[in-house]
């Protein structure tokens, strides 16, 4: 795959708790230059965005973020708070707490209530792979399956690890057909992208390669 075409699979990200809003104009207009698939900013920075973009750009943000403890309730109010603020897709982090109880049911209980909330909007749910075990995976490869969200995401960028190859593989051989694959958090070069997009990824989160591809 060439530049352009790993490009136009980046979630273009800013998600730090110090963002200005002269760097998220920013991001806007490198992510318009650089023909991102979209950009993942913080809530508060949506209804701000979305009118400086307009339709030349996707407005992705993040809900239960980044730990994922917070009620159902509050992020299905985060999730219909930034579809009218304009956001166009959501990441959502799940409970992971939820996870090592094994309560299943209420993690897709929840995934399906944000879905909900979303409407015809892309949900990408956040299942933090560093912090679960293998069969913690593959089991939540089901619940995001059986929850009708479009993607299963590997990271939210602020934990332990990020995206690595073997969780992509794992997520290929275990979601349904109805789901995409998002990798996310410490993609790197355009070389990692790439074999990240061999493994079944149709997204990438990252802010490296827009970087890379001004250089």
Not at 31 to 46: E, F, L
Not at 81 to 90: P, T
Not at 111 to 118: D, F, L, S, Y
Not at 186 to 202: K, M, N, Q
Request: hydrophobic share 45%; aromatic share 6%; net charge negative.
């Amino acid at each position: 795959m060439d530049k352009k075409q790993l490009l136009g699979m980046v979630d273009h990200t800013l998600l730090a708790q110090g963002a200005t809003w002269a760097e998220i104009r920013q991001i806007c207009d490198d992510a318009i230059a650089y023909q991102t698939a979209s950009v993942c900013i913080p809530p508060s920075y949506v209804e701000k965005a979305k009118k400086y973009v307009g339709d030349r750009m996707p407005i992705c943000t993040v809900i239960g973020f980044p730990n994922g403890y917070m009620t159902t309730a509050v992020k299905v109010f985060e999730a219909k708070d930034a579809i009218a603020n304009g956001a166009d897709e959501i990441d959502m982090v799940i409970n992971i707490g939820w996870v090592k109880d094994s309560r299943y049911d209420l993690v897709q209980k929840e995934i399906e209530a944000v879905k909900e909330a979303c409407g015809s909007k892309i949900l990408k749910v956040i299942i933090e792979t560093c912090l679960l075990t293998e069969e913690e995976k593959i089991r939540m490869c089901d619940v995001v399956t059986a929850a009708k969200a479009d993607y299963i995401k590997t990271s939210t960028g602020f934990s332990r690890a990020g995206a690595t190859f073997e969780d992509i593989e794992l997520f290929a051989a275990h979601v349904g057909p109805n789901v995409k694959m998002k990798a996310a958090g410490g993609i790197s070069s355009f070389e990692d992208a790439e074999r990240f997009a061999e493994l079944g990824a149709s997204r990438l989160g990252t802010s490296r390669l827009v970087k890379l591809a001004k250089i």
